[in-house]
């Protein structure tokens, strides 16, 4: 009798459905652990950002402890500094308040005038529907008011979960290696150490274009509303700058707020339109020029794919979804790329790739030659 293992052969129908009944097991598994994971996954994106100042701090002879401390420290000064000053810009509000408060009361006016004359609506319908809202509104304010202290202690949370696992990714790096060797022990080390390499090449090539993008787009911004005359430019143009965490709609989403404010506060309404427009002129810039040239050669996730990944991750895990999307993505790429029976879906994901002109002269052909041949060596090489 042959006791040799035999392949068992699934029809293509078996194959799709386990594989359908994968898809739906993990993306179950990934929103039940979202209060793990998230905190997880941004504490791996910051433990890549901070590996070269660790390291640089390692080579200054600092103990491998102290240097991840340090790097901490400094990455709460950040923070707090950050903060302070947002803090500072929300506070500053409270001087016009009256007067947003006044010109409130005169739009609103303008609004009811309006519903009176032009849509036949009296004054006291209006009143009342005004009545009934606030009172709907004061009896959920408990509600919302618990829901935003459970929100802020649960963000804390994650604040000291991610810190935690900062410590401890940078503290057994080296640990961690070793692991995935022994996981993938019939892979050459080479592959397994290329593979890692790509990894945080992307990760740190990200997050450094990205810092770069938020203070081009911020500038760019806050001198439109300098112009414009705005009050808090710089802060309502950071603001927006930093809402470009969220791909092609987060500078859109951040025009809505000054250009409320520039209504309220300004004598001319058309100056809340032109915030709008300095705002869909900085979205045109960073979406055709900015981010591209500076992220996207770094993550190269083709447009369609980036729109479906962000609705699946938003679905998935909320605002941080969005947030966490690209990074995530392009990781995924990296290992498909690497895995052959994998690659088919790396190369969907990816960009597409330009066609090449035709080679029209002998110039041309001896110029293509050498990359040819070039080319050609990479792949033996790799095989």
């Not at 032109?274 to 960073?286: D, R, S, W």
């Not at 699946?312 to 790329?337: H, Q, R, S, Y």
């Not at 597409?352 to 090489?381: M, S, T, V, Y």
């Amino acid at each position: 009798m042959d006791t040799r293992a035999r392949e068992v052969k699934l029809p293509s129908y078996a194959k799709i459905a386990c594989v359908l009944l994968s898809m739906v097991i993990i993306v179950y598994g990934l929103h039940a652990l979202q209060g793990l994971l998230i905190p997880l996954v941004f504490a791996i994106l910051f433990s890549v950002l901070l590996f070269p100042l660790a390291q640089r701090l390692e080579n200054w002879k600092i103990p491998r402890v102290g240097a991840i401390i340090l790097c901490l420290i400094l990455t709460l000064a950040v923070i707090v500094g950050i903060l302070y000053a947002v803090s500072l810009q929300i506070s500053s509000f409270a001087e016009v308040l009256p007067q947003l408060i006044k010109r409130g009361n005169e739009y609103l006016n303008e609004l009811q005038t309006y519903a009176d004359e032009r849509l036949n609506i009296d004054r006291q319908r209006q009143v009342a529907e005004v009545r009934k809202y606030l009172n709907q509104a004061l009896s959920e304010g408990g509600t919302i008011l618990t829901s935003t202290l459970l929100a802020t202690t649960s963000t804390l949370t994650d604040i000291f979960l991610v810190l935690l696992f900062i410590f401890f990714f940078l503290l057994y790096r080296d640990f961690f290696r070793s692991f995935f060797y022994k996981v993938f022990h019939g892979t050459r080390r080479s592959k397994i150490d290329s593979v890692m390499s790509g990894i945080y090449d992307v990760v740190k090539d990200y997050l450094a274009g990205l810092v770069l993008v938020i203070l081009i787009i911020g500038t760019l911004m806050t001198v439109g509303l300098f112009i414009l005359g705005i009050d808090y430019a710089i802060f309502f143009g950071f603001f927006g700058a930093c809402l470009v965490l969220i791909p092609y709609f987060g500078i859109s989403i951040g025009s809505l707020l000054p250009a409320a404010y520039a209504l309220v506060t300004q004598d001319n309404p058309l100056k809340a339109l032109g915030v709008i427009g300095v705002f869909l002129f900085v979205q045109t810039l960073e979406g055709n020029f900015i981010t591209p040239y500076i992220v996207g050669s770094k993550v190269s996730i083709n447009p369609l794919a980036a729109i479906i990944v962000l609705i699946l991750w938003e679905n998935v895990w909320g605002f941080p979804g969005l947030v966490l999307a690209l990074p995530m993505t392009a990781i995924i790429k990296v290992i498909f790329d690497a895995v052959e029976p994998l690659q088919p879906y790396g190369f969907l994901i990816g960009e597409a790739e330009k066609p090449r002109p035709p080679i029209k002269n002998f110039q041309q052909l001896a110029d293509h030659l050498p990359k040819r041949a070039k080319k050609i060596g990479e792949i033996d090489e790799k095989t």
